[in-house]
């Protein structure tokens, strides 16, 4: 397994979680990290990602200032905290990695974690 997520859960409305994905080599010192999400009945999502230097990171709309990604080097992992959730944050969370900065998409992630489930019940 290349991309290892972890930290999903069920959750009531206004918790917080903090989502994890760990890499398996050098992926994330080559690639930009990222999270996307899918809902049941939905389409995949983009979340949020941080570019490989680490400099750079950027958001869907839909986060509104909730969410924060960032990494930690040393552990070679990359990690979504998740504040103020709302029932329609409730979805599968996927660690992705691939040139995803400024074209975050399905289309651009070469690497794909397997989800991590993100229950908010209101």
């Known amino acids: 397994v290349l991309l290892q997520a972890s930290g999903g859960g069920l959750v009531q409305v206004g918790d917080s979680l903090r989502l994890s994905c760990t890499a398996s080599g050098d992926i994330f010192s080559t690639n930009d990290a990222g999270w996307l999400r899918q809902s049941p009945g939905k389409e995949r999502e983009f979340v949020a990602d941080i570019t490989w230097s680490g400099d750079m990171t950027e958001y869907a709309d839909f986060v509104e200032g909730r969410f924060t990604i960032f990494r930690d080097v040393a552990k070679n992992t990359v990690y979504l905290q998740m504040n103020k959730l709302e029932p329609e944050d409730t979805a599968i969370y996927y660690c992705?990695?691939?040139?995803?900065?400024?074209?975050?998409?399905?289309?651009?992630?070469?690497?794909w974690g397997q989800g991590t489930l993100v229950t908010v019940s209101s």
């Open positions: 992705a990695a691939g040139l995803l900065y400024l074209r975050p998409s399905v289309s651009v992630v070469d690497y």
